[in-house]
């Protein structure tokens, strides 16, 4: 295994800290949360270890990207030959004519868990990055032209990121779908919840009072 370049001799032994290692390499977790996972899991029933084991190596195999907005779905059994649909687009209630465009599927999962949105979704699977090299035809925008022939749909929202990457995507979608007589419109984008104004920088409050809503 290539492993990061440690200073002095390594405290732990190789198979305990190659451990270690590949936990950092995850996102948010340090040496410290590292390592107690790592004893954690030392300490932990076989079972438990095997059961982790099985669910990392076996998880791609057993999740496909949903056909219509490449949410996860359980990949289907074998015998069924129909593209896999996740329970957002199967789901009847939804409201059908409104779609919003997220970059990730990260994303479309906490804004399902505000609880506010009640339309479909469709993951770009990215956004628009001239510095790494991401131009349109890697993101999924054909796939959302393609939906958008519905002409049931009749409004998208961009929820790209507040970043300069994210609005360029948002940009760029904007000037696809416009023309399509369909409504575009843009998340809001303001001040965290809890925080006093004082320590809101600039940029973010002019964004806030841009979009602002009658009261
Ligand atoms: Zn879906």
Redesign the pocket.
Known sequence: MDRPSRTGSPLFPDPFQDLVDLFRRLPGIGTKTATRLAFHLLQSPDSERQDLATSLSSMKERLRP??????I?AAPPPEDSSPP??S???DPARDSTILIVVEDIQTLYSIEKSGEFRG??HVLEGRLSPLEGVDPAMLRVRELLRRLENPEVREVVLATSPTTEGEATALYLSRLVKPLGIRVSRIAFGIPVGLELEYVDEVTLMRAVEGRHPF
């Open positions: 949903c056909a219509d907005c490449r949410n779905v649909l996740c957002i687009c199967l479909r979704y």
